[in-house]
């Protein structure tokens, strides 16, 4: 091939993909964030890049006069999106994000153009391999709409068509393992703890990600021996996404400085998961995101369903039910496509975990939503990864089925001296977090009232922690109340009912229904004597009949 045509071929597919990742880095922009992308650092290296293609093209032997005003365009663009990191008004950062991706995608084409040497030598440094890859640009040729789904053609491996949309789709991506096989296991975990009503709320997918396709066709013969009925069902789908689709898997980056064949390891891993993603993105409402070596907790999906309930109106990207790795990692279904993307974009950087923890923060929730205890456990003793052992095990895990709350939708108040941020809805929510006050003096009150009145089967309240057991309730009593009525700003409960006395620290009563004759609007914790110790009011438990 001549060398200017060479030259123009490997300049328009950098370009195409400089051009990509910076739109990644504008279409993440979220309304509720002010930071535009993270690294830092690759975002400063493609647009130093993309100044290297606008100033050292020579446009009068090159390019005609119209797409030298579209490149004017994509420059004085990019100077916006520079600025838009310092920006600190949220509408203002949103309504740029929005402009920039509009004009990044006008009718912009490279008709012909040259590169020095220097230049390329830039881009050999800045861009992944994937330019060399025809491969890679089979699949990664379209991101003008990140929230769409990739072009991908599955191979169904054992399935029956899906009637209907389920509540919540449980994935899972497996490989040949050199030790051990916990797949089948896994499986039999997710039917068995279920309940019939909630298998009908309920799909699961496979995906066998390995490319040897001998030992596919062995798990796909053992999966449908033992689960027949299910797959008969529609509760579960075996696939394969074909190898053509991935992306090239050697002389990754060594991030980390990890070896080259964990470093393989970890991004294939990576693509597994997209694909997988991307594939149960329109199957149900909720998606969770477990391995191929877990057992749950009897009707998980019960307990997952309570904590959607209680949480309804509040901003999340990510719910998380075990403290390990990827292992019960709950999203909206709408979030996949999304999220599949942002795992193909980044599949060499670092781990999906990690990666996981970074998709949540650029969709603005900064801090981690966990539920105790977990409802996925661990339980694979050799990784799928070399086969090195690999014990590692949820503490936080109840394999027993457990009554979480129902805590219905209250408004809550106290008088007490709040700590910093440790206010009184942290000790009503369902998250690993509680209420902080200091001393509280006699009559000091804490209060819950409902949306509407309830019938309150159980009541506990916990004071205190492990770390700081003295920051209990010492002396205290717990009130029902009805009868709201506003006053200013708020609104009270006129009478109350006392229930009883707080006990080191704890109050818990079961029946609560049988023994007070008026639906409840309130429920009140009130101080009984001034105390020196500081309060913690860990958690709030209501059951409602």
Not at 72 to 96: A, G, N, P, Y
Request: charged share 25%; proline share 3%.
């Amino acid at each position: 091939m001549h060398k200017a045509a060479l030259d123009l071929s490997f300049q328009t597919r950098a370009a195409e993909n400089v051009i990509a990742r910076l739109t990644l880095y504008s279409t993440l922009i979220h309304p509720e964030s002010t930071t535009l992308i993270l690294p830092e650092k690759d975002y400063q290296q493609d647009l130093k890049l993309y100044q290297h293609f606008l100033y050292r093209t020579d446009y009068d032997s090159f390019f005609l006069k119209d797409r030298m005003f579209k490149f004017c365009q994509m420059k004085h663009i990019f100077e916006i999106l520079d600025k838009m990191r310092c920006l600190r008004k949220r509408s203002t950062v949103s309504f740029l994000g929005v402009l920039v991706i509009f004009l990044l995608f006008m009718n912009l084409y490279i008709e012909d153009s040259y590169v020095l040497e220097g230049d390329k030598q830039l881009i050999r440094e800045t861009s992944t391999h994937q330019l060399n890859s025809e491969r890679y640009v089979h699949t990664f040729k379209d991101f003008s709409n990140f929230s769409g789904a990739i072009n991908v053609t599955y191979r169904y491996l054992a399935a029956t068509p899906l009637q209907r949309k389920r509540f919540l789709t449980i994935g899972l991506s497996s490989v040949k393992r050199k030790k051990g096989n916990y797949l089948l296991e896994t499986i039999k975990s997710i039917f068995e703890q279920s309940s019939y009503e909630e298998l009908k709320e309920i799909s699961v997918v496979v995906h066998l990600a390995d490319f040897n396709s001998s030992w596919r066709d062995v798990m796909v013969q053992d999966i449908t021996q033992k689960f027949a009925h299910h797959i008969i069902a529609g509760r579960l789908i075996v696939i394969h996404a074909p190898e053509e689709y991935y992306p090239i898997l050697d002389g990754l980056k060594r991030n980390y400085n990890d070896p080259e064949d964990r470093v393989r390891f970890r991004s294939k891993q990576n693509v597994d998961y997209a694909f997988l993603l991307n594939f149960c993105a329109n199957t149900s409402d909720y998606y969770v995101m477990l391995e191929d070596d877990v057992r749950c907790s009897k009707n998980f999906l019960t307990a997952i369903k309570k904590v959607i309930t209680s949480l309804e109106g509040t901003y999340w990207v990510t719910l998380e039910f075990s403290k390990l790795g990827y292992i019960g990692k709950l999203y909206h279904s709408h979030d996949l496509p999304r999220l599949a993307h942002f795992l193909l974009m980044f599949y060499q950087e670092m781990p999906c975990d990690w990666l996981l923890t970074h998709f949540r923060g650029l969709l603005a929730q900064k801090n981690v939503i966990r539920f105790k205890p977990s409802l996925f456990q661990h339980m694979g003793y050799y990784s799928s990864y070399k086969g090195t052992e690999n014990k590692l095990k949820d503490d936080d895990f109840e394999e027993e089925s457990f009554d979480i709350p129902d805590n219905p939708p209250a408004n809550l108040y106290t008088n007490m001296n709040v700590f910093e941020n440790y206010e009184a809805s942290k000790a009503y929510s369902s998250v690993d977090e509680y209420f902080w006050g200091k001393p509280p003096s006699a009559g000091d009150v804490f209060v819950i009232i409902f949306e509407n009145p309830i019938l309150i089967k159980k009541i506990k309240v916990s004071t205190g922690t492990e770390d700081r057991q003295n920051d209990i309730l010492h002396h205290g009593a717990l009130d029902v109340g009805e009868n709201v009525v506003d006053f200013k700003q708020s609104r009270q409960c006129v009478t109350y009912l006392r229930l009883g006395e707080f006990k080191s620290g704890n109050f818990e009563m079961s029946e609560v229904n049988q023994k007070i004759p008026f639906d409840i609007n309130c429920i009140r914790i009130y101080v009984t004597k001034t105390q020196k110790e500081w309060l913690i009011i860990r958690s709030i438990s209501i059951w409602t009949s």
